[in-house]
């Protein structure tokens, strides 16, 4: 496919378009052309160049992949075949062997990366730590060691809960090195969903840290691992890193300081390679069921993924300091705070707190002291930038800036703008990337420095990536519908299965269209081949940019002994992108008040997590639903919305329930 982009050779101002013309239109035609600048200094710079890798990457995929794979991974063992796909199982790269921790810091060593920093690190009370290249090969070695003498083998799952910290990447990579499976659990998580996830995946040792700290306060993480670890007997160890200094509770026999298991660990560690397809991490993510899907991620193609899309996504540079504003509990902060980066051997900033602790300006003072030049956030943060206001912005720099990027849900074009004219001062192009826990790497984005930006558009897809709009049927759509998005070939940072599930991987990806891989996303594409992604069209809500499955919500509030049927539904919020409302019907005889309210709330938040909490509890005498007993989301979702309950109702088998839950506040 090759996008058509001679409408944009135009500038902005000649693209003013008549009133007649419907919003979407107007919005297509906004477009921002990369500086002179910007494209002299570019990895990639200019339109020509894209088209010409993409073409290759498309029609001769395995040759394309190929170069890239030899050149950019250091490999114990050649690979004798690039792709095995035998949908929907994909195996890249087989017959090679390599390390992935290697990878990313071993080959560093010995060049003029061996002093660099990899990793700067700014605690939430200001504390900055700073560790080289060589700095933290010493420190993974010696956990690597620690492991070992532990019993830790390769294929071993391995789950970690912590704070924003060096310690969380050190524990990454030395998984890597052993081979052993991580699964990060993000820090918001409960001791409940902690628990479901170490049974789940059979972990047998636990990193987490006494604590960690988040707007002043600490979240308590070794307390919840205790409580997971009631119920989870997989796990035969915990090491806990000391950040907070609050008390805890150590287990003689399971539990052990982090800094005492390190003393009289060695330094070097010699790391065996692995398969190319050996197991990489396991992470949960939700999907439409009540149990979150463990998606496994392997070796080197996840490896290649990362590493090349960061190069060319990020524009990196040898001077770049990169900060990206994810965790590292979700897949961004997997590829692109650790894979992806130290793999091109760049200079990671990483922050451990809330962006508006102490002041709202917390991001903008980091930027100016630590000359940071690569900034990634998501909208849900730049809609809380825009709404704290301009003036905790306009008094710092922000002058090291030179590229900034987007991910996690659609950009309005609004606050793209704002993105790009307030922190970006007009001068820093910006990367909207779409992308999936299941991709594991950037799939759709204008490369900078060779795509025109339209806003709120995350426009052409990456190397190798065949997205398509498709009908029910899977047909292609005209350009400008709307439609299903897939992803018509494999690619190597693909996920590989579900953990344990692979018929639940075959089912939720590959049967709609077979053997196809369907995204899950609505999307369109535009006259000139730029993709607008609509959102997910299942029963997964994105909330501050965080997938949250109303399944899950639902099971969680289902355990709760006065609900006797839940449903959630997503509802469009300002801040939040959608907010999270639950329709709750009472056991016979209890009464609603504003105490079960808050009861529940808690409940959903002490099941999932504090981000899964709905924002609106509402009771409802009974749920409309079908004559067999279906729950219809869709009239639900027009009520949350606080809209009239319009579409086919014909289905319906009491109508009285509408008014009903219409009255209801
Ligand atoms: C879903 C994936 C990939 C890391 C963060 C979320 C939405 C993601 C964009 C974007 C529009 C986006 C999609 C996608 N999404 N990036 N740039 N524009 N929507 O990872 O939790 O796996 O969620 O996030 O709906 O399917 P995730």
């Not at 065996?272 to 070796?299: C, M, Q, R």
């Not at 002041?359 to 030049?373: K, L, S, Y």
Request: hydrophobic content about 40%.
């Amino acid at each position: 496919m090759a996008p058509d982009l001679r409408a944009l050779q135009t500038t902005p101002k000649a693209l003013n378009v008549t009133k007649k013309k419907t919003a979407s239109v107007t919005r297509e035609k906004q477009v921002f052309k990369p500086s002179a600048e910007f494209q002299r200094q570019a990895n990639l710079g200019s339109y020509a160049a894209y088209k010409k890798l993409y073409n290759e990457s498309v029609n001769i995929p395995e040759k394309f992949w190929e170069r890239q794979a030899k050149e950019l991974l250091v490999w114990r063992k050649p690979f004798k075949k690039v792709l095995q796909w035998d949908a929907p199982h994909a195996k890249w790269f087989t017959g090679g062997k390599l390390n992935v921790s290697e990878n990313c810091l071993d080959r560093h060593l010995g060049t003029a990366r061996e002093n660099k920093a990899a990793l700067i690190f700014e605690g939430e009370p200001g504390d900055v730590r700073t560790i080289t290249y060589k700095q933290l090969h010493f420190h993974v070695c010696r956990l690597a060691h620690i492991f070992e003498n532990m019993g830790i083998v390769a294929g071993d799952r391995v789950a970690l809960y912590l704070p924003m910290i060096p310690e969380a990447v050190i524990a990454m990579l030395a998984c890597a090195r052993v081979g052993a499976v991580h699964t990060v659990i993000f820090g918001g998580f409960s001791a409940e969903a902690i628990k479901d996830r170490l049974n789940d995946c059979k972990a047998k040792l636990v990193i987490t840290a006494d604590g960690g700290w988040r707007r002043g306060k600490v979240i308590e993480l070794k307390t919840n691992v205790d409580k997971a670890l009631n119920d989870a007997p997989s796990v035969q160890s915990v090491i806990v890193v000391k950040r907070t200094g609050t008390p805890v509770n150590m287990i003689e026999g399971r539990d052990m300081w982090w800094k005492e298991a390190w003393e009289g660990a060695p330094n070097k560690h010699d790391a065996k390679a692995f398969d190319s397809e050996h197991p990489l991490f396991i992470l949960y993510t939700s999907g439409s069921t009540g149990k979150p899907k463990g998606v496994l991620h392997t070796s080197a193609g996840y490896l290649l993924g990362a590493k090349l899309s960061s190069h060319y996504v990020f524009d990196l540079k040898e001077t770049d300091r990169y900060f990206c504003s994810a965790d590292i509990g979700w897949i961004t902060g997997h590829s692109y705070v650790v894979y992806g980066l130290l793999s091109n051997g760049s200079t990671v900033f990483l922050y451990e707190g809330a962006p508006n602790q102490p002041e709202p300006d917390r991001f903008w003072h980091m930027i100016d002291r630590h000359g940071i030049t690569i900034l990634y956030t998501a909208p849900t943060a730049i809609r809380a930038f825009m709404r704290w206001g301009d003036n905790y912005v306009l008094r710092h720099r922000l002058d090291s800036l030179r590229l900034l990027g987007s991910v996690g849900e659609p950009i309005s074009p609004e606050a793209w703008k704002w993105f790009h004219k307030l922190i970006g001062k007009g001068r820093c192009p910006i990367v909207d990337t779409w992308w999936q826990t299941e991709t594991g790497a950037i799939m759709i984005v204008p490369l900078p420095g060779s795509a025109p930006m339209k806003p709120g558009s995350a426009s052409l897809p990456f190397f190798g990536v065949v997205p398509k709009i498709v009908d029910e049927k899977g047909k292609e759509v005209p350009r400008g519908t709307e439609g299903k998005l897939i992803i018509a070939k494999p690619w190597p940072s693909m996920l590989r299965t579900l953990w344990g599930d692979d018929e639940r991987f075959a089912k939720t990806y590959f049967s709609d269209y077979p053997g196809i891989y369907f995204t899950g996303d609505g999307a369109k594409q535009d006259k000139d081949g730029y993709f607008w992604i609509i959102g997910r069209v299942d029963d997964v809500l994105n909330i501050s940019g965080h997938r949250i499955g109303t399944a899950e919500v639902e099971a969680a509030l289902a355990t709760h002994p006065a609900v006797a049927e839940a449903a959630a539904v997503g509802r469009p919020d300002e801040l939040k992108g959608q907010a999270l409302v639950v329709f709750v019907t009472l056991k016979t005889g209890l009464t609603s008040s504003d105490k079960l309210k808050d009861e529940l709330r808690a409940h959903v938040g002490r099941e999932i997590g504090a981000h899964a909490k709905p924002d609106t509890v509402r009771f409802a005498a009974g749920l409309p639903k079908t004559r067999s007993g279906k729950i219809m989301r869709r009239i639900l979702k027009e009520i949350a919305a606080g809209r009239e309950v319009k579409g086919d109702t014909s289905t319906l088998d009491d109508f009285s329930v509408i008014a009903a839950l219409q009255s209801e506040d």
